[in-house]
């Protein structure tokens, strides 16, 4: 039976805010449109991508401060998650506002899965030094030594040019055991190595260096999957690496490990076992990390900001929506082909697709996601110092309203202490004001000390030096004058290290150090 629906408009006003009702129904109109003033500025532009996050979280919670808008009902969009998420989670924490990512964190990205990949990497890596004194000084594990014998280690390693091997190190005992009796010690001069372990000594540390070969070295295979994570959890049982990961960061990390640990085991007890050896199951085991992502433990179960990329702000609807990176570059992306694989085949293997992507219909969505409040901001600089072009949408939106709906925020314009959305800046606009309000008494003695900070600072940074401290050659202007007379040579080089840098230069010209260079196999 042939449908004959029946379509009745409802009759009534629109629920938006006059300034997001104008976007909505002007945002690409071609002809020109009346310009209104909006009730707040909605376009911000900030210094960097760093300001701009500080600034759209700062929105946010006063947002959720002052005018009682739940932080579940506020979000933030950014066109470039690895540049844009760093940036807020450094800031949300600082500002004390709980932030749940859409996109997980990479497990890889861990500091807890990182210092792990580097253990495991090490019979791989045929124990390279480097790697290894990194591992033992890690603290998610706990091995048989303290701070000053892994500085000996170091000390060793460095006299010997130990690159990689417990071969070379057992060389290296054989010498310093001997070393005691002899009349010449061999290794590297005994003026140049003085203080290295000899004798019984360097005996005692041999064997705690066989231990710790002994407990890091895989057995020789080959084994099943299952067979390899049971080795692999009582290794991190013996070093007790659960234990030390035991921050509010570190334990999502490892929950996650330990899923994906357990997902191999029942993979391989479905398509049955397959037996390796101990480089295949690590390379198995590093190609499977990066597909793996976990959530921080403490947004887990309480109200979040939700951060998210542009594409995500498709469906849900929001009372409080920041979109940030509203600059040329930036968003819209400058679409380029893909050298190597062309629309077709990126479409064949669920890729997203590099031209054509529709970011025009995207940036509506985006924009018209919120039911009450809406800020847009974009980066004015440039990394290299240079101003950055802001984007045709960016333009598409400064076009519908006066010119108050935009505002640029300086580093040199001062805030009022009111807009402080952490102790941090509190502290910094009070010393910048050279006053603190009674009110925040409790804060006097950081504000005290910052207050002093900004003296040593401020002489520092004068063309004209106040003393000795400050760079003033007055006290030892005779000694200079006895060692750089008029018949001193100079050197091109240096001078140019010194205007580079002049740090630098007193490092390896005035104190003659030089750069510790890690051993590497070769002449010299």
């Known amino acids: 039976k042939e449908l004959s629906p029946t379509v009745e408009t409802i009759e009534g006003s629109t629920h938006l805010p006059p300034a997001l009702f104008h976007i909505e129904q002007h945002l690409f109109d071609a002809q020109p449109v009346s310009l209104i003033t909006p009730e707040n500025p909605i376009l911000l532009e900030a210094r960097s991508p760093a300001d701009e996050a ?28 690895e540049v844009y998420h760093p940036l807020l989670r450094a800031a949300a924490g600082e500002f004390g506002i709980p932030v749940r990512f859409t996109l997980d964190e990479s497990l890889e990205n861990s500091p807890a899965i990182a210092s792990l990949i580097n253990l495991l990497s ?31 280690l170091e000390q060793i390693s460095r ?33 140049n190595a ?39 959890e009582d290794l991190l049982e013996r070093l007790k690496f659960y234990e030390h990961a035991d921050s509010e960061r570190d334990r999502p990390a490892c929950e996650t490990l330990r899923e994906m640990l357990r997902a191999l085991v029942l993979s391989e007890s479905v398509a049955g076992e397959r037996a390796v050896d101990y480089f295949e199951f690590h390379a198995d085991l590093l190609a499977t990390l990066p597909g793996e992502g976990y959530r921080e433990a403490n947004v887990i179960g309480q109200p979040a900001l939700i951060v998210g990329r542009m594409a995500e702000a498709r469906g849900t609807r929001f009372e409080a929506v920041a979109l940030l990176g509203l600059s040329e570059g930036s968003f819209p992306v400058n679409e380029r082909p893909d050298p190597f694989l062309d629309e077709d085949l990126r479409a064949d293997l ?29 980066p004015y600089l440039s990394e290299d110092g240079e101003e950055w072009e802001d984007s045709a949408y960016w333009k598409a939106i400064v076009r519908l309203f006066e010119k108050s709906a935009e505002t640029r925020v300086t580093p040199d314009t001062p805030q009022p202490l009111v807009q402080a959305a952490s102790t941090q800046e509190l502290l910094f606009a009070a010393v910048r004001r050279r006053s603190l309000p009674s009110r925040f008494d409790f804060l006097l003695d950081q504000w005290h000390q910052l207050r002093h900070a900004q003296v040593v600072l401020a002489a ?18 005779h000694v200079l004058n006895q060692r750089y007379s008029p ?28 750069p510790r260079a890690l051993p590497a196999f070769g002449l010299g």
């Open 54 to 81: 500080r600034e759209a979280l700062r929105w946010i919670k006063k947002l959720v401060v002052r005018e009682n808008v739940p932080l579940t009902a506020c979000a933030l969009f950014t066109p470039n998650p």
């Open 194 to 232: 003085p203080r290295l372990p000899r004798g019984d000594a360097a005996a005692d540390l041999r064997r705690v260096m066989q231990s710790i070969f002994e407990i890091l070295s895989p057995p020789a295979g080959p084994y099943s999957l299952t067979g390899w994570i049971k080795w692999l």
């Open 122 to 152: 090490l019979p791989v890596k045929n124990f390279n030094s480097r790697y290894l004194i990194n591992t033992l000084r890690s603290p998610y594990f706990e091995f048989p030594l303290d701070t000053i014998t892994i500085d000996t």
């Open 487 to 514: 018949s001193q040579a100079w050197s091109a080089s240096r001078l140019e290290a010194y205007c580079n840098c002049p740090f630098q230069f007193f490092v390896g010209s005035a104190l003659g150090l030089e």
């Open 460 to 477: 520092r940074r004068a063309r004209r030096v106040s003393g000795e401290h400050e760079g003033g050659v007055g006290p030892v202007a």
């Open 350 to 378: 669920g890729l997203e697709l590099r031209l054509q992507r529709e970011q025009a219909g995207l940036f509506y969505q985006a924009v018209t996601r919120s039911d009450h409040h809406l800020l847009i901001t974009r």
């Open 159 to 191: 006299a010997a040019q130990i690159v990689e091997g417990q071969e070379q190190w057992e060389e290296t005992w054989e010498r310093l055991e001997v070393s005691a009796q002899q009349e010449h010690p061999d290794l590297d001069d005994e003026r």
